[in-house]
């Protein structure tokens, strides 16, 4: 028996024999399946053509929600096995859709406060990832499979091309016109401040009543401690931390803690 008659039987049998894929094959018009797996098997590069990408996805997927749920310790880079996994969660409707849960939720949560009225509620947003996307800084350099470099990073917040999340430019303009005020902490560095300005404007970001960047004496902490010790002086200031959004847990977490935060999406990359 040659080889291609051989393979013509055992696909024959494999028809025969499995009712879902005889069903698949013949009947798929007659029963309405979820429009979610029909969408899933539509999405050119994510077919789950055998079971070992079935089982990666289910890998990188454990890895992700690990990720996200700040149980793994601190990593340098995604997992080699998970780059494709990464590249394709942000490039697809996944990563959007997850965006605008956190963004609507925290919409929700700002809506029900019962403000002072007296100009000392404020949120806090981190920059990068949660008010601008470097997607496209990280689509050059493997989406997180490369270890960060401060240096080409820096290139490119320099070219002032960051385009906006959308979902958070949409909370951050709710949250403006419900008298909340919007003050910017972020991990870059005074030095950027100019860059930054423009860019948060170019993206559609106004009015925000502080932006906060590391100057010299706070280089050479964690973000945790310098984000900590920023939000104490706000704190000292008489403000009302009402809500926090950031893509990192270092963020969120530590002293003078936000009454809520909210954790973005972000699997490329982990600062402390
Ligand atoms: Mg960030």
Not at 177 to 184: A, E, H, Q, T, W
């Amino acid at each position: 028996m040659n080889l291609l008659l051989h393979f013509h039987l055992l696909v024959s049998a494999a028809l025969l024999l499995s009712p879902s894929l005889a069903h698949d094959k013949f009947d798929s018009h007659v029963l309405p399946r979820p429009l979610s797996i029909l969408e899933y098997q539509e999405t050119p590069g994510i077919l789950l053509s055998n079971e070992l990408d079935r089982e990666v996805r289910l890998l990188c997927d454990g890895w992700r929600f690990a990720v996200e749920a700040n149980n793994l310790g601190p990593w340098k880079t995604v997992p080699s096995e998970c780059a494709e996994y990464v590249r394709e969660y942000v490039n697809g409707r996944g990563y959007g859709v997850d965006l605008e849960v956190v963004g609507k939720q925290g919409l929700e949560y700002a809506k029900g406060l019962a403000l002072g009225g007296d100009g000392k509620d404020v949120w806090v947003f981190d920059v990068d990832e949660t008010l601008l996307s470097n997607l496209p800084y990280y689509a050059d350099h493997g989406y997180g499979l490369e270890a960060f470099n401060g240096l080409e990073f820096d290139k490119w917040l320099e070219k002032v091309k960051a385009p906006a999340i959308e979902s958070s430019l949409k909370l951050y303009e709710e949250l403006l016109r419900l008298g909340i005020k919007v003050f910017l902490l972020t991990g870059r560095s005074e030095r950027h401040r100019s860059v930054t300005e423009e860019n948060l404007r170019n993206a559609g970001y106004r009015n925000w009543d502080k932006l906060i960047l590391r100057n010299l004496e706070d280089h050479g902490t964690t973000a945790t401690v310098y984000k900590s010790k920023k939000r104490t002086e706000m704190v000292e200031e008489g403000y009302r931390i009402v809500g926090n959004s950031g893509d990192q847990w270092s963020d969120l977490l530590g002293a003078s803690m936000s009454n809520r935060s909210f954790k973005l999406p972000n699997p490329m990359y982990y600062i402390s």
